[in-house]
């Protein structure tokens, strides 16, 4: 059976959840058994995110194959529960990229490259071989950025000429805006909205209304009667406490079920087991059962909720598992150094230091991580988060006054973090620095990281240029500090600990394998100390 394609746009503006959308059609495809997987167009010309500023694009997302790629990744995954790779992100700067070269070899030889046909059938050249490669029954296309920008054009105009060969159905995420000073929900833009793409070639077969509240009746019948389309394929997509509870809310409006008459298939019964058991963790998400407990994260992207997506993810999902009732208070770490530490510190029951680049805020972080060590509160170091316990403690615990990273000080007299050797040599910035997944060995049984995992050989995703220095573990060690994993050839650090309360650090990224289904062992064992030490309290 050929691939099948659902192409979902996005109409009238960004940040309407695209990626919710596509990622829980995944999941409903999954739930019937389907072979699915995604595919994401980017219309920018960057090769990759690898070098874009997380305060305007959000969480940059890294693949096991060491993609850096769109946090809508992340969202994919965490649904699916399955680990994606590089070839689903097609971005502009990629196209381009494989266009230019394929003209200076020649394979154009004779013709004008123009952006129809040549770019458009490398468009669907690469989207056909993923299906056939993958051995898809459907390849769910998000289409990024917002219909009627110029940067997507010509991904939308590859899809119309894709749908004239293939079983194409096109999905169009709309807004339903509601005037406060009329109470009332309009739907004029969405029916222009409509119009523009059918100027495009293009007749959506689904609307998914994204509303505040329920979508009255009367703007469902107003929106079939415009678009022709049957009122049950007008459907809504009103906030919710959890993303991740859109799939049932689809399946309610029998989404499911009218999706797969669009493709012409047969009737096919939804994996019951499957549902259940994504309904029961949804259920144990939402519910925030258990006392409450207040985990900072101290970063300096705060501002922007979407550079840390995958941390607050892999929180929400270890705090499903162990009913604990979850508020992340999230702190810009300049504001640790401008005002008094200890009150915006004050009643915090755990604490991240996450992943970063750039010295700004960063002695508010090494505030805030000796303010957790010396109190006796649970802190989980993420990458830059790892480099900065193993710095406060070589300044604190072992006196190595001024100790920082290369990254920060390149004079430092105690370079405690310096640059990986292997990255001396780099002088592009894109993709370069260590990346992917990596495997890491745990020596210490009686570790954190241990108890964690429960195994010796754990795959973590990493971005990072530097690392502890090999130089500095003899005398962490002999202050205290454990050094609980490496990789396996020793060379470098994976795993510190402190050597009392729980205090654990690595630098992997393991918020980025999180799911929903399969919560982070280390997220896991960080909220399980701050739940116990709280009922003990
Ligand atoms: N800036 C640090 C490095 O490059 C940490 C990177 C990170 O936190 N992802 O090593």
Redesign the pocket.
């Known amino acids: 059976m050929p691939a099948k394609f659902v192409v979902v746009l996005g109409s009238i503006m960004s940040g309407l959840g695209k990626g919710v959308v596509s990622s829980s059609i995944m999941k409903i495809l999954d739930m019937y058994d389907f072979k699915v997987l995604p595919i994401k167009f980017d219309g920018y010309l960057n090769y990759d995110c690898g070098t874009m500023n997380p305060y305007r694009h959000g969480e940059v997302f890294v693949l096991d194959d060491k993609g850096e790629v769109d946090m809508d990744f992340g969202t994919y995954e965490r649904f699916l529960n399955r680990s994606l790779t590089s070839s689903s992100s097609i971005t502009g700067g990629k196209l381009f990229g494989s266009i230019i070269e394929k003209e200076r070899k020649g394979e154009y030889l004779g013709e004008d490259v123009q952006v129809i046909p040549h770019l458009t059938n490398e468009i669907q050249e690469r989207v056909k071989d993923f299906a056939e490669k993958n051995k898809l029954d459907f390849v769910v296309i998000e289409v990024g950025g917002t219909v009627g920008d110029i940067e997507n054009g010509y991904f939308i105009e590859a899809m119309r000429q894709l749908s004239l060969k293939e079983k194409v159905v096109f999905v169009d995420v709309t807004y339903i805006p509601r005037l406060k000073t009329v109470g009332e929900q309009k739907s004029k833009p969405t029916q222009s909205a409509f119009r523009t793409l059918m100027g495009m070639g293009i007749i959506p077969q689904f609307l998914i209304c994204r509303t505040d509240g329920e979508m009255s009746d009367s703007i469902r019948k107003k929106l079939a009667m415009f678009t022709s389309l049957d009122e049950s394929r007008v459907i809504n997509d009103p906030d919710m406490d959890s993303p991740y509870q859109l799939p049932q809310y689809l399946i309610d409006q029998n989404f499911d079920k009218i999706l797969l008459q669009a493709f012409n298939l047969p009737k096919k019964k939804i994996n019951l087991e499957k549902l259940e058991k994504w309904k029961s963790n949804v259920d144990k998400i939402i519910s925030r059962d258990g006392k409450e407990v207040t985990i900072a994260v101290v970063g300096k992207y705060v501002e922007l909720k979407d550079s840390y997506v995958s941390v607050r993810e892999a929180l929400m999902h270890a705090a499903g598992k162990l009913s604990v009732n979850l508020n992340v208070k999230w702190i810009e770490s300049e504001s640790l150094e401008k005002s008094d530490p200890n009150s915006i510190l004050k009643g915090i029951n755990g604490l991240i230091v996450?992943?970063?680049?750039?010295k700004r805020g960063i002695e508010g972080m090494i505030t805030a991580i000796k303010y957790a060590r010396e109190k006796g509160i649970p802190y989980l170091g993420?990458?830059?988060?790892m480099?900065l316990m193993a710095v406060e403690f070589a300044r604190d615990v072992c006196n190595l006054k001024g100790a920082n990273?290369t990254?920060f000080d390149p004079d430092t007299k105690y370079n405690i973090?310096d640059i990986l050797p292997s990255q001396l040599s780099v002088k592009q910035k894109g993709g370069t620095?260590r990346l992917g997944a990596w495997d890491m060995l745990i020596k210490d049984r009686n570790s954190i990281a241990f108890s964690s995992y429960h195994k010796a050989v754990v795959s973590e995703r990493h971005?990072?240029?530097?690392?502890l220095n090999n130089k500095f573990r003899k005398i962490l060690q002999k202050n205290g500090l454990k050094i609980t994993a490496t990789t396996k050839d020793n060379n470098l650090v994976e795993i510190i600990e402190w050597p009392s309360g729980f205090g654990i650090a690595t630098q992997a990224?393991p918020e980025l394998k999180s799911r929903i289904e399969a919560p982070s062992p280390l997220f896991l064992s960080f909220l399980d100390a701050v739940k116990k030490q709280q009922l003990t309290i």
Not at 382 to 385: A, K, T, Y
Not at 463 to 467: G, T
């Open positions: 996450p992943g970063g680049f750039g993420l990458c830059l988060g480099q990273s990254e973090i620095m971005r990072h240029r530097y690392e990224h």
